[in-house]
Each structure stands twice: as structure tokens, then as C-alpha cells.
């Protein structure tokens, strides 16, 4: 093994310390594929559109694009600090240069919170999906059965082991999912559209209408903010194209190109869905209609067969949306483990975790324990999460991650803006894409991570709640438990990971201040 640990040396008017990591690796072809295949588009998309629809009805358009912006505004903070600090802790690295060890330290550990909570929910809807596919329905609509937890926990040490098996063997896979995943959604969209216009999409159909993209015929602000924050997450995990920048072709340039590409994917795509599902079954709560209880875990399903007939090419449609989602699930199971094991590495290297965490492969020059502990106590946390109330801690979690999301991200977002402060002097493009844009987008995105934190306290927020044995009796929702309590977790391991190795909490490891420029 290579010790990463071993080689990490004084930050500041240096270069970024080798880790053992494959340079080169990934074209911006292959970054782009492993940003958008990361967000996971098309189970994300089909999971919440009907909630959407449901809280803002015919707004549901305007809601996807604007929830776009702080993305788009964080992404200009990850390719202006990626291009100045190409290092694959990414957040945790740049939180560090500008707010000092405890906050890199967390922000790192936020990364590692919010994938591994979401790796739960991967994997089930891999492993239902599978089943619904060869026409296993009574399985495959049994989240909890025991088959859909060990095929999807083999999924994850599937995933597990390809990413431990080699980034490019990865970024191929990737391509393959991705392919599958983009053109079903596109044909969908396409499908449903022109049954919309040529009028064969049945009574509840409406042609696209420009009022649609009004936000102000939203019924109430308190609407309006839930409303995108349940958008704001659909585009997480984008930011992996950054975390794998120590292994793509022009690291300071190409992850940053990357990642705004991917967000301009994925809004296209979106918004693209968005419009083309609600134009073809309209927003009633009956029937088809998008705001229908019964479809708001996968309108896919739903829409299938009315969209594309029930003839043999139409069933043929159909079976190709369910593998949509199965790959979709996949392609994210795999893309999730990359971001967490290289920021653990990081944290290996720079002595924030320890050193065991540094190792890499000498072969396959990928992360050996980060990747594998990444694998290993997420099935573990997915078989907890099954067997407990009923499984609803495993959509309670996916709820929860917003809170860890909103946190990094926003992290990143005002890390930049305070590395580039003396830019707002410069004036110009440096002032807007250095300064002004990540700060908004950071601030909003710690907003909607404190919005989240605060509204889940309420014991009717998601699936499960918990009541204090003693006086005075509240009842705690379990995504607060899950999103605040996760994040708390935090805070004693850093405590020991200080006494154990204080190097990095003395500052010896990572200056302030960005690299090779004046400390400010």
C-alpha cells in the first residue's frame, strides 16, 4: 500500500501532496457522465415531482429552475477553488484554508454523512427495481422484503468493489448507466410531448403553458421555500466530478468545467420532465394526475403505459423505464462511494483522520480502506435502517441528508467567497464569480440546511418520530433525529481525532489562505 499519510507535508506555497491516486484518468467526457450520473436524475426526478406538484400544482416548472440558482452559484465556488486548490477533500481542504480546522473538519465529515445515508435508499430502490423489472411485483413493491435487502446489499458491495477496482473501470460503467439513464428520460419526454400536441394524451392533458414559469401564483412564501428546498437536493451530487479531480486530465480546469456542466444538465433535464409529464397527466390527485398519493414515490410507473401504449412496444417502453430507474439507483450507489473515499483520504493525509484512512492501492491506485469502510458501513447502516420501524427510517434518512448537503455545499459556497475577498476590489468577472454568486449560493444553502434542521424538529415531518421517556414528553421527528443527530456524531470523533493526532487542529498540515497566494 501506499501511505498517502506519509507523504503529506506543509500546506501553503506548495503543491498538493501526491496521494498515490491515478492522474489522468478521467476526460471531461467521463467527469461530466460521473457528475450527472451522481445526482441519480431519473429516480430523483420520479421520487419527488408528484410532492412538488402537490404543494405549488402548475408551478412545479418554475420551482425545478429556480432551485437551480444556488446550485449553479455553489458550482462557481467548486470551479473557482478547485482551479486555485485542485485537491480531492475538496470542501474539507477549503473549509479548512478559510475557517480554520474545525470547520474543514466538519465539512468533511458532512461529505461522509450525507453519503452514507443516502446509500440506503440506493440500494433498495436497486434491489425493488430489479424484481419489478423480471415481473416480481409482490417483491419488488415490498421496499423491506428480505430479497430486496440482500440483492440490494450485494449491489453495494458490487459498487463497493468496482470503485475499489479502478477509477477509469468506474468512469466506463458510469457512461454505460448514464447512457440508458439520459435517453430513456429524453424519449419520455418526447413521447409524452407529442401526445400532448397532437392531442391523443387523454382529458387531463395540457398544452405548456408560460404562466407556468410565474412564480408569484405560488399560494404562500412558506410554500414557495419548502418547495425548493425539496428541488434544491434532487441536484445533489454533481460536486463527485470534483472530488475525483486529483485523477482527471487538467485537474485545475476540467472538474470545475465539469461540474457546472453537469448542473446545466441536469436542470435541462428536470425542467424538460417536469413540463412533458405535467402536460401529459396534469396535477389532479386522481387517476393519473401527478399529485396523486399513490404516485409520489415513482410517477414513472404510473405514466408508463398511457404514455407509450400497452401494444409490444409500448410494454417493451415500459420495462426500458424500469430499468431507467434500476440504473439510475446503480449508477448513484457507485458514484456516492467515490466523493466519500476520496475525502476521507484527504483526511487521512492531512492527519484529520487517521493515517489508515491515507492508504491506496499500488495497483489500481484508488483509495483501499476509505473506499471499503465506505461500502462496509453503509450495508451495515442499510440493514439496521430495514429492520427498524418498518423501514421508514430508510426514507426518513433520505430526508435527512438535506441538512448535511445544504451544509457543505453552503461551506464551499462562502469558503470562496472569503478565500477571493480582496477580488471584490478587483471588480469585474472576478468580483461576481470569486465573491458575490458563491456567497449567495452558500448562504442560501446554510439557510435551507437550517430551515430543514428546524422544520424536522416536528414529529409529523417524515415517516417516524421518537418520544422523550421523561417530562416533558416532546416528539422528536426522526429526520431531525437522523439529519442533526448524524451531524452531532461529529463532534466527539473530532474531539478524539484531535487527541489522537493534533497536527492538523495545530494548523501544521493545511495553512490559510489559499495556495502559492498571500495569506489573508
Request: proline share 5%; with cysteine.
Given at each position: ?145 428480505v430479497a430486496v435487502l440482500v440483492l440490494g446489499v450485494a449491489f453495494m458491495l458490487a459498487m463497493t468493489w468496482l470503485c475499489f477496482r479502478g ?137 408508463g403505459t398511457a404514455v407509450f401504449g400497452d401494444g409490444p412496444l409500448g410494454v417493451f417502453a415500459v420495462h426500458v423505464l424500469l430499468l431507467m ?152 421527528g426522526g429526520v431531525f433525529l437522523i439529519g442533526v443527530g448524524s451531524m452531532a456524531i461529529g463532534l466527539p470523533l473530532m474531539w478524539w481525532c ?23
Open positions: 500500500m501506499i501511505d498517502g499519510a506519509a507523504q503529506a507535508a506543509m500546506r501553503g506555497d506548495v503543491d498538493v501532496p501526491e496521494k498515490g491516486l491515478r492522474a489522468g484518468a478521467l476526460t471531461l467526457a467521463s467527469s461530466v457522465a460521473i457528475g450527472v450520473a451522481s445526482a441519480g436524475p431519473a429516480y430523483s426526478i420520479a421520487a419527488t415531482l408528484g410532492l412538488m406538484v402537490a404543494a405549488v400544482g402548475l408551478q412545479a416548472p418554475i420551482v425545478a429552475l429556480l432551485a437551480f440558482v444556488p446550485i449553479l452559484f455553489a458550482a462557481f465556488g467548486y470551479q473557482q477553488l478547485n482551479r486555485a486548490d485542485p485537491d480531492c477533500g475538496t470542501t474539507f481542504v477549503w473549509a479548512t484554508r478559510a475557517f480554520g480546522p474545525a470547520w474543514g473538519w466538519m465539512a468533511g465529515w458532512a461529505i461522509v454523512v450525507a453519503d452514507v445515508l443516502v446509500m440506503a435508499s440506493m440500494a433498495q430502490v436497486a434491489g425493488q427495481y430489479t424484481f419489478l423489472l423480471f415481473g416480481a411485483d409482490g417483491i419488488g413493491h415490498d421496499p423491506t422484503h477509477i477509469e473501470l468506474s468512469a466506463r460503467i458510469q457512461s454505460v448507466l448514464l447512457t440508458v439513464e439520459f435517453v430513456a428520460l429524453v424519449v419520455f419526454a418526447a413521447v409524452a410531448l407529442v401526445r400532448v400536441w397532437i392531442g391523443r394524451a387523454g382529458e387531463a392533458s395540457m398544452t405548456p403553458q408560460w404562466s407556468w414559469f410565474n412564480p408569484f401564483e405560488i399560494g404562500s412564501f412558506s410554500t414557495f421555500v419548502n418547495a425548493i428546498l425539496l428541488m434544491v437536493f434532487i441536484y445533489w451530487g454533481w460536486d463527485s466530478v470534483v472530488s475525483v479531480n486529483e485523477e482527471t486530465v487538467d485537474s485545475r480546469r476540467t472538474p470545475g468545467r465539469s461540474a457546472v456542466i453537469s448542473t446545466i444538465v441536469l436542470v435541462a433535464l428536470y425542467v424538460l420532465v417536469t413540463i412533458a409529464a405535467q402536460s401529459f397527466a396534469g396535477v389532479s390527485a386522481e387517476g393519473t394526475g401527478l399529485a396523486n398519493p399513490d404516485h409520489f414515490d415513482d410517477f414513472f410507473a404510473a405514466l430507474i434500476l440504473t439510475s439507483a446503480v449508477a448513484s450507489t457507485q458514484t456516492t462511494i467515490l466523493p466519500t473515499a476520496r475525502t476521507t483520504l484527504a483526511m487521512g493525509v492531512f492527519k484529520a483522520l487517521p493515517a489508515t484512512f491515507a492508504t491506496v492501492h499500488p495497483r489500481f491506485r484508488t483509495p483501499t480502506v476509505s473506499t471499503l469502510a465506505m461500502g462496509g458501513v453503509s450495508a451495515v447502516l442499510y440493514v439496521v435502517f430495514n429492520f427498524l420501524a418498518a423501514g421508514d427510517l430508510i426514507y426518513d434518512s433520505v430526508a435527512a441528508i438535506g441538512i448535511a448537503v445544504g451544509f457543505y455545499y453552503g461551506m464551499t459556497g462562502l469558503a470562496c467567497a472569503w478565500l477571493y475577498r480582496a477580488d471584490l476590489r478587483a471588480g469585474g468577472r472576478e468580483r461576481w464569480m470569486r465573491v458575490l454568486l458563491p456567497l449567495a449560493g452558500g448562504a442560501m444553502l446554510v439557510f435551507a440546511a437550517a430551515w430543514t434542521a428546524v422544520t424536522s424538529f416536528a414529529a409529523d415531518y417524515g415517516e417516524t418520530y421518537w418520544t422523550l421517556p421523561f417530562a416533558p414528553h416532546w416528539q422528536v484531535r487527541r489522537r493526532e493534533p497536527a492538523f487542529f495545530d494548523g501544521d498540515t493545511i495553512d490559510r489562505g489559499l495556495p502559492n497566494s498571500p495569506k489573508r
